[in-house]
């Protein structure tokens, strides 16, 4: 089958949207899964997408399809998420690809991620095919939805498909205009392998098992190949395509996406985005990649029982095979012992790494509160990345510190606004316009510092509109802001695993909130023990753990007043002595109860 009959394309949509059971229907449609292998949200293959309904990995398969002329086509469909934390899974996903359905919701319309996935398939160049979704639906409102294609996403109303993925409505129409609206693939200029790694998973028989889009040339087996982002050379073992399981074939031409084996034992050793090429007749420049991905969130993630360090190191390692945006480091903290410095794409992701880790390693794991990465600019010129509040300098050595801001796209319905709006500047947000998108919503575009919307945001939002707010974001460079270092000192000494890094005016608020939890959760001791937030050496919050008080008194009854005194003063000496030199143990489920708590 030439290249002119191959067609790569994926689905994109919001959450919730259909893409999944769009693309069951497609296989289905097109007999590349069998009667007994139906089943639903068939590319979702972890166990938390399918509890979660959400797809957190790309899955590419190949399908087979007869159109109405007669004649032939391979189509190569990759189902992507749609959780702004996956959003580089898209990206990936998208190079890939000549063009994309976009989903919409008949109900629901236009939502803020529809208009992210937009951005990112004009900026590939894809062709898009518009379809509107769930049209089944008794709430269904099409000429809304098309009046909202028109207007905010220039995409004429008369494009659009009709369809209903749950009842299989508009199934053939879909695959029709995929093999007559999408272009088929670039005819190479030349004979040389040029290959696009797009993604890769470890396979614990077979090492790495990379995702591939051929742009020019062939792959097949003894194949001597080289991956030039660091030329490192290898030799292929297998190739082959997804129906949707691994299905060898003799090679992969040009327009092709599949799969490769080479015996690569690590995917750090193949990185996402690399082009792989022939090693005698080697391409001279490698193809455009795309963006490298950046984690946005850090988090320490300890064992609770201290023994289990190799095994949480072994997990993590496992996971980071399967997870190239997934990084971590270890590091070692006073109160919480050894464990790993992780960072994360978003709140979302750092979820799952950590749902997978209870679940599929029986790991017990504390996490610590999730932080950002500041540019601190320090008075001798040098600007230092600080993703852990226990490394940022001196404030006498830091000029500027500088937070990463986000660029955010909320919809809320119309008697949300002010609320919306007040949420927006609690969290030291900037309005920059609004948007109406139809009688009932409209879309608030607004710049937020991304530790602000880490924790909780996301949820207010939710719970303001009553579930129908959404929103997305994407990353818009870094800003100075007035930051500061917030210690917890329990009796005097500070405790590393609280502190956190927070804006100037919010800082004395959070300190009252964390001293007061940590007050209700030590146990009490035989002196008094005080628990301070401090920025620098100022004390901004105070609490105090009263001390348990013995009464060495009882054996005094009657006599001189004086000898009661005596003996009380000699046990405030006791205690002032114990004070000085007593420390503090502050138990494994303080910390636990504090960290849950931020």
Do not use: W
């Not at 497609?26 to 166990?47: A, F, N, P, V, W």
Request: net charge neutral.
């Amino acid at each position: 089958m030439g290249i002119e009959h191959t067609r790569n394309f994926c689905i994109i949509a919001h959450i919730d949207h259909g893409k999944t059971t769009l693309s069951d229907r497609l296989l289905e449609r097109t007999g590349t899964i069998h009667e007994r292998e139906k089943q639903d949200q068939l590319l979702d293959s972890m166990d938390l997408e399918r509890e979660r309904g959400i797809t957190i990995k790309a899955h590419p398969v190949t399908m087979r399809y007869t159109a109405k002329s007669g004649e032939k086509y391979r189509l190569n469909l990759l189902d992507t998420p749609g959780h702004v934390d996956f959003a580089y899974e898209v990206s990936r996903s998208l190079a890939a690809c000549e063009g994309a359905l976009l989903l919409i919701d008949a109900a629901q319309g236009v939502e803020a991620q529809t208009v992210a996935n937009i951005h990112l398939a004009h900026k590939q160049g894809l062709t898009i095919v518009p379809v509107i979704n769930k049209i089944d639906l008794a709430n269904s409102d099409i000429p809304s939805v098309n009046r909202q294609l028109e207007e905010i996403l220039a995409i004429p109303a008369e494009e659009a498909l009709h369809a209903s993925a749950k009842m299989g409505i508009g199934i053939e129409e879909i695959l029709e205009a995929i093999v007559t609206r999408i272009p088929s693939p670039q005819k190479p200029l030349d004979e040389t392998l040029r290959a696009l790694v797009f993604d890769s998973v470890f396979d614990v028989y077979r090492g790495v098992v990379g995702y591939v889009r051929v742009v020019s040339g062939k792959m097949e087996p003894s194949q001597a190949i080289k991956l030039m982002s660091n030329d490192a050379r290898h030799e292929i073992k297998e190739v082959g395509v997804f129906t949707p399981k691994m299905y060898l074939q003799p090679r992969l031409n040009a327009g092709d996406v599949g799969y490769f084996i080479a015996n690569i034992k690590s995917t750090a050793d193949m990185k996402i985005g690399d082009t792989i090429t022939d090693q005698r007749n080697s391409a001279r420049e490698p193809l455009p990649g795309f963006q490298e991905i950046h984690p946005m969130v850090f988090s320490g993630i300890y064992p609770i029982n201290t023994g289990d360090f190799e095994h949480l190191k072994t997990a993590i390692g496992k996971l980071r095979l399967n997870d190239s945006a997934f990084i971590y480091a270890p590091e070692s903290s006073v109160a919480l012992g050894f464990g790993f410095r992780c960072g994360f794409l978003g709140l979302l992701h750092m979820e799952i790494i950590q749902e997978r880790l209870r679940r599929e390693y029986n790991m017990d794991i504390i996490a610590t509160s999730p932080s950002v990465v500041y540019e601190v600019e320090t008075t001798r010129g040098e600007t230092v990345p600080i993703d852990n509040p226990a490394h940022l300098p001196d404030p006498s050595l830091i000029r500027e510190i500088r937070e990463p801001i986000v660029k955010a796209y909320v919809l809320c319905p119309n008697e949300n606004i002010g609320d919306i709006l007040q949420l927006i500047l609690e969290k030291r947000g900037q309005m920059d316009h609004t948007e109406t998108l139809d009688a009932r919503r409209v879309m608030l575009h607004c710049e937020l510092p991304l530790n602000e919307i880490l924790v909780d945001f996301n949820d207010k939002i939710k719970s303001i509109t009553r579930g129908y707010g959404s929103m997305d974001y994407e990353h818009a460079g870094y800003r100075p802001a007035k930051l500061v270092k917030l210690d917890l000192l329990v009796n005097g000494e500070p405790v590393d695993a609280f502190s956190t890094i927070v804006h100037k005016d919010r800082a004395e608020g959070r300190g009252r909130q964390l001293a007061a939890k940590l007050k209700e959760v030590i146990p009490r001791q035989l002196y008094q023990v005080a628990i301070q937030a401090a920025i620098g050496g100022k004390i901004i919050a105070r609490e105090s753990v009263s001390a348990l008080r013995k009464n060495v008194t009882a054996k005094c009854y009657g006599g001189d007043i004086t000898r009661k005194r005596k003996l009380l003063e000699k046990q405030k000496e006791g205690k002032k002595r114990m004070k000085s030199i007593g420390r503090i143990n502050i138990p494994q489920e303080a910390f636990i109860e504090v960290l849950k708590a931020q």
